[in-house]
């Protein structure tokens, strides 16, 4: 509760100014590795430090606004949803690595599966007939009607 | 002119070839389904389905994106006006007299209007673009790189600056889009940027993990556990009710008309978003009215203007997108990216180098909004039906459906990887109140503004005068300027108004400002409660 009374709209402008200058700051840090050049003849750096240049300013003016600008919502901040998050970044997580070991089917099982456990609403029974039904969806639609390359069922 | 309508027949005879009419068929089918869904919208149909165009012809891949954006955004207004669901921003402001129309029982009505009003506005857009396109080819052949460079700085800047929220922060985030534009190898000098030694980052940033990523899976992100759908209301709508009486019609043919002048007005304008149109549309209907005080009780006038300038502003929209190659919107930038997968270079070239994909588009607008209607009166019960799927079951499916998209379209589960990257990167963003629509905007456009700033410098010798001696590019830069000011002007007025805390509505910094109160998140929090 703490964190989201502190975490009010004043902030939020100053971490958003933050964080924008960090990025601005970093495009321009690796941009200098590579060649600048002139305006005349430019590098493939010019670009890159130029945004990143301006990205850091405009970043600075959103910090420098945060002050002054009246907070105009009032709405509190919704609490965190930790189990839905990480449940729709595991899945992601699972079908690349089950995708890459498994194959098709097991991987679109692991997505399915875990992301629906996200929902605090899904119990099991319901996260496994979904993921079941659409192991069929993608056996159907996309391995043969639509024949994307990715075996169904592989092995290391 | 004449000319025009010569092509114009052309184009009727692409867009209705069996195999072109089928994709568009399919097209406004899937588009108008997805849109339905709650929790997904134009842009999120478009990128799903996106990978299935790229081994297709250009022409009726285009035809078939064209069909799914307006078959989506059709079914965007049938989750607003039955469930009180924006699905997508720009239909938020229909929710607040179409829902009411729903709880009295006339939920076909206004559905009906609904579709007698995008018919119509998307006609008149269509009209507008047979005639401006011509006048747009003329100009086509002065388009050097310096010109070039200059529109597109405009159509950032506008597509920055007109976003939903802070102004600041939507060119921050254009910004952020032309940096993610830059990863992979450099044209020029074959120099690997940012890349971070992974090799697969040297092919660019997909476009449709970096849209999936952002429109996908940060909604998810955001939405998980967030909403509900309510079944409250008298939601069975038979076919009989879609038909408006006569005094209905008579009540929203004048907001019809004004509200296809504002979206086509806007749709002129690149880079004024499509959500900012309709708000303006829905505050002059109700500036205009002689009751104002009953908007949001469900008003068909409040449904009709809306409606029609969102769809007069959607056709108008394709032809900044085409012809000068700058989008109004995230959604355009993502058929622009399709174009140029497509090797397709949009510009000013394009309506004669491309001359049949040009006008089979714009003829297979009018026959996909035909088909719209058709498609829609007999399955209305289906799309009733589709619209209280739980989230719970849709969100799990549609990150399937996202993964194996994505990695269909190189056969890269790397990519997959780049969704889910993206998807907590725009997280962040949003949490942070940035809006993430304008980083699609500066990615689609960053390669192209480089290069054409190197080639212009290059020719000019690295004079920077080269922009403004040429005309056509130094009136663009006078707009960037006045696009720039007025932001400044309007900022400080509407901080000198809110501090005096005076509300008055019918100047845009008013608009900005309810439009900052009703945002689509709001309004399904009050769907959620």
Same mark, same amino acid.
């Given at each position: ?102 194959? +098709? ?24 007939? +979904? ?26 | ?49 996106? %990978? ?7 022409? /009726? ?30 239909? =938020? ?23 007698? !009003? ?39 800047? !506008? ?39 992974? %090799? *697969? ?9 970096? =849209?999936?990523?952002? &429109? ?51 749709? !002129?304008? /690149? ?13 002059? *209907? ?20 809306? *409606? =029609? ?10 032809? /900044? ?76 499916? =549609? ?50 503004? *480089?290069?054409? &700033? ?19 590019? !130094? ?44 945002? /689509? ?9």
């Amino acid at each position: 509760m703490v964190i989201n009374q502190w975490f009010n709209r004043y902030h939020k402008d100053y971490y958003g100014g933050a964080l924008m200058i960090v990025i601005g700051l970093g495009a321009v840090a690796c941009g200098t590795d590579y060649q600048i050049g002139s305006l005349r003849q430019m590098g493939p750096g010019f670009f890159p430090v130029a945004v990143g240049v301006l990205l850091a300013l405009v970043g600075g003016a959103i910090a420098l606004q945060a002050s002054r600008s009246v907070p105009t919502d009032k709405k509190a901040a919704l609490p965190a949803e930790w189990r839905g998050w990480f449940c729709i970044v595991a899945a992601l997580l699972a079908f690349v690595i089950i995708g890459e070991h498994g194959g +098709l089917l097991p991987a679109t099982f692991a997505v399915v599966f875990i992301a629906a456990l996200g929902d605090r609403k899904n119990r099991l029974k319901d996260a496994l007939v +979904l993921a079941l039904a659409l192991m069929l969806v993608s056996v159907v639609v996309f391995w043969w009607a639509l024949k994307v390359q990715f075996p169904l069922l592989q092995w290391g | 002119m004449l000319q025009s309508l010569f092509d114009l027949r052309h184009g009727f005879a692409i867009a209705l070839d069996p195999h072109n009419l089928m994709w568009s068929f399919v097209g406004v089918l899937i588009g108008n389904l997805i849109g339905v869904l709650p929790g997904m919208g134009a842009l999120s149909a478009i990128s799903i389905l996106l %990978p299935l165009t790229y081994a297709m012809h250009p022409v /009726p891949a285009i035809l078939m994106l064209a069909g799914i954006f307006y078959g989506s955004q059709y079914g965007g207004a049938i989750g607003a006006i039955l469930l009180n669901l924006p699905c997508h921003p720009p239909h =938020a402001v229909t929710c607040l007299d179409g829902y009411p129309m729903t709880q009295q029982g006339k939920g076909g009505t206004a559905l009906g209007i609904t579709m007698i !009003c995008s018919f119509f506005a998307a006609s008149v857009g269509i009209i507008v673009m047979i005639v401006a396109s011509p006048l747009l080819v003329s100009i086509a052949f002065k388009f050097g790189p310096a010109e070039i460079f200059s529109i597109m700085l405009l159509g950032l800047l !506008c597509g920055g600056t007109m976003s939903r929220g802070s102004a600041l922060k939507g060119v921050a985030m254009t910004l952020v889009g032309l940096l993610i534009g830059i990863v992979g190898t450099d044209v020029n000098s074959g120099e690997m940027r940012f890349t971070f030694g992974m %090799p *697969e980052l040297s092919e660019k940033i997909q476009l449709v993990a970096l =849209a999936l990523g952002l &429109f996908g899976v940060t909604e998810f992100l955001r939405s998980v556990n967030r909403i509900q759908v309510v079944g409250g209301g008298k939601t069975s709508v038979r076919l009989r009710d879609m038909f408006p009486g006569k005094a209905e019609l008579k009540r929203s043919f004048m907001p019809m008309l004004r509200g296809t002048m504002i979206g086509t007005l806007f749709g !002129c304008m /690149p880079g004024t978003g499509p959500t900012i149109t309709t708000f303006i549309a829905y505050a002059f *209907e109700r500036k205009v009215s002689k009751t104002p005080d009953k908007f949001g009780t469900g008003m068909i006038e409040g449904v009709a203007a809306p *409606e =029609a300038a969102s769809h007069s502003k959607a056709q108008v929209d394709f032809v /900044p997108t085409m012809s000068l190659g700058i989008p109004g919107d995230a959604v355009m930038a993502l058929i622009l990216g399709a174009l140029l997968i497509q090797g397709i270079q949009p510009g000013p070239q394009l309506i004669t180098e491309h001359a049949d994909l040009f006008w089979g588009l714009i003829a297979s607008f009018w026959i996909g909004n035909v088909l719209l209607i058709v498609l829609n009166v007999p399955l209305i019960g289906i799309w009733v039906k589709l619209l209280r799927v739980p989230y719970r079951f849709l969100f799990p499916s =549609a990150l399937f459906f996202i993964a194996v998209g994505v990695y269909s379209v190189n056969n890269s589960l790397f990519e997959v990887g780049e969704v889910l990257v993206f998807g907590l990167v725009g997280a962040v963003f949003s949490a942070l109140e940035f809006s993430v629509a304008p980083i699609l905007l500066g990615y689609v456009l960053g390669p192209m503004i *480089e290069v054409n &700033f190197r080639r212009a410098l290059l020719l000019s010798h690295g004079d920077m005068t080269v922009f403004l001696q040429h005309p056509i590019s !130094c009136a663009f830069l006078l707009l960037c300027t006045t696009v720039i000011a007025a932001q400044v002007f309007f900022q400080w007025r509407g901080a000198r108004r809110l501090r005096r805390a005076t509300g008055s509505v019918g100047s845009v910094s008013a608009v900005k400002a309810e439009l900052h109160a009703i945002t /689509p998140e709001k309004a399904s929090d009050r769907a959620g409660s």
